[in-house]
């Protein structure tokens, strides 16, 4: 068979050469080995993508049943990550074995209709999934950094027609090539059925749409709204939350209301006696010390505040870390992929991009695998829920306790009454707060103890 540039075809083949170009309608950019179309890369692919389509499989199922299975978590705020960790799944149920079979075969061999659908259903799951992950940052803006506007106007009815509107709009563009906006074709380097790249006319105008409206203004969105997130949770973590100080008897010879730099607060007690609160000047109370002069020893505080300075960076990083992570994974799985595919179908194929377009979807297919732990896993209460969920199978299957899994487990269950009935994003990123921000979310009865202990 006569390898054909820039040509689609529409007939049937019934004879396929090892890395074939066509099928019944196909997009031949050149099948020669140049394109790096081995069967190296092919069998590499294969095992590489195979991996993640079974981490994909069990992350989205994993999180899907335990929020589902457990009622402290149904919740507006995991309702758009259910509907991205079902888009995920639905990918990995019907996308991606066509998408493994292609690469084991190195052709597709599954007829015109087949590859229409898969082209489709390709679609309509990765931009349901890429509007998703933008809506659940604006979600997660809206409810830290403005939570009054968040809560007068997030119902169950504005989420479920937000979800609607995601699936409207997938299905709308996914539809598009099928009535003559671009097509879809089978693509060797991809080994699976996608719209056109090298499509002329309106189709390149489709390519281009489908980059900007699924990857540049989404990714836009998403470092928008997470840098808000995090100016607000740093700006969270320099806040002064003071705390009550041993108390200082009026008889104390400090008669200057500031000591030192410290503030000397005077409170009227319900028996009529009147005691003293010293603040430091950076807003942590401090003990007072009767050395004549209220003075406190230097050497501890200086000893205090490089322990909360070496906190407080340590934390800051955690929270830095973690939008990073998030969005990172965004724009490392689909940027490189929506990017070649624009330059593509502006400046045309070059022999360079044809080496790199197979990795980059692999890449991105990665993104199906990934998102169930960056949006489920990390959320502390799907955490313990799994992890008590995968403990009792474990048993169940077994038959048998493993020593001190019982007392583990009601440890975890202890743990988890003290929660929140659902983890919100910045709860999320509670972790990454400064000592005095956490302490506004502890239990009241563990404050009280630390300080009845640093009195003592």
């Known amino acids: 068979m006569e390898a054909m540039n820039h040509t689609v075809l529409v007939s049937e083949v019934n004879d396929f050469l090892p890395f074939p170009n066509v099928t019944n309608r196909t997009a031949t950019y050149d ?3 140049d394109d790096g179309a081995s069967s190296t890369w092919l069998i590499f692919q294969l095992v ?3 991996i993640v389509e079974i981490v994909a499989l069990f992350s989205n199922v994993s999180v899907l049943i335990v929020v ?5 978590l149904h919740t507006l705020t995991l309702l758009f990550v259910l509907n991205l960790c079902t888009t995920d799944l639905l990918h990995s149920l019907f996308v991606t074995p066509f998408f493994l079979a292609s690469s084991g075969q190195g052709a597709w061999t599954y007829g015109t209709v087949a590859c229409d659908v898969t082209g489709f259903l ?7 999934s890429i509007t998703t992950i933008c809506v659940i ?5 809206y409810s830290i950094v403005r939570p009054m506007v968040h809560a007068a106007h997030m119902t169950l009815v504005t989420a479920l027609s937000v979800i609607a509107f995601i699936w409207v709009q997938a299905i709308c563009l996914a539809v598009a090539p099928l009535v003559g906006w671009n097509h879809y074709v089978f693509d060797l380097r991809q080994t699976q059925c996608t719209y056109d790249w090298i499509a002329q006319g309106s189709g390149k105008s489709y390519v281009i749409a489908i980059s900007c409206w699924y990857f540049y203004i989404p990714a836009c969105v998403v470092l928008a709204m997470y840098s808000c997130i995090y100016s607000a949770a740093m700006k969270a973590s320099r ?7 041993p108390l200082m008897p009026e008889g104390q010879p400090a008669s200057s209301p500031v000591l030192n730099g410290n503030t000397k607060v005077p409170m009227d007690l319900a028996n009529g006696q009147k005691i003293f609160v010293i603040t430091t000047a950076d807003g942590e109370a401090g003990p007072s010390t009767s050395d004549g002069g209220g003075r406190r020893k230097s050497s501890t505080n200086k000893q205090d505040q490089t322990q909360k300075t070496h906190s407080q960076m340590s934390e800051s990083l955690k929270a ?7 969005v990172g994974v965004f724009l490392l799985t689909w940027g490189p992929y929506f990017t070649v595919s624009t330059i593509v179908a502006i400046l045309g194929m070059s022999p360079r991009l044809k080496q790199a377009i197979g990795p980059l979807k692999c890449l991105a297919h990665t993104s199906f695998a990934i998102n ?3 949006y489920g896993w990390l959320n502390r209460q799907v955490r313990l829920e799994l992890m008590r969920t995968l403990r009792h199978y474990y048993r169940f299957i077994c038959h048998q306790e493993a020593e001190g899994s019982d007392i583990e487990l009601r440890a975890m269950e202890e743990d988890s009454k003290g929660l929140q009935p659902v983890e919100n994003f910045y709860q999320f990123l509670e972790r990454t707060a400064t000592p005095d921000c956490r302490a506004a979310s502890r239990n009241p009865k563990e404050v009280k103890s630390e300080r009845e202990n640093k009195t003592l």
Do not use: H, I, N, W
């Open 31 to 33: 099948s020669s080995v």
């Open 48 to 50: 590489a993508m195979t």
């Open 239 to 245: 806040q002064v939350l003071p705390q009550p100080s």
């Open 68 to 72: 589902m299975k457990t009622p402290p």
């Open 320 to 326: 830095t870390k973690t939008l990073m992570l998030v």
């Open 372 to 374: 169930a732990f960056v």
């Open 137 to 141: 940052s604006v979600e997660r803006y």
């Open 122 to 128: 390709d679609s309509l799951f990765t931009y349901s």
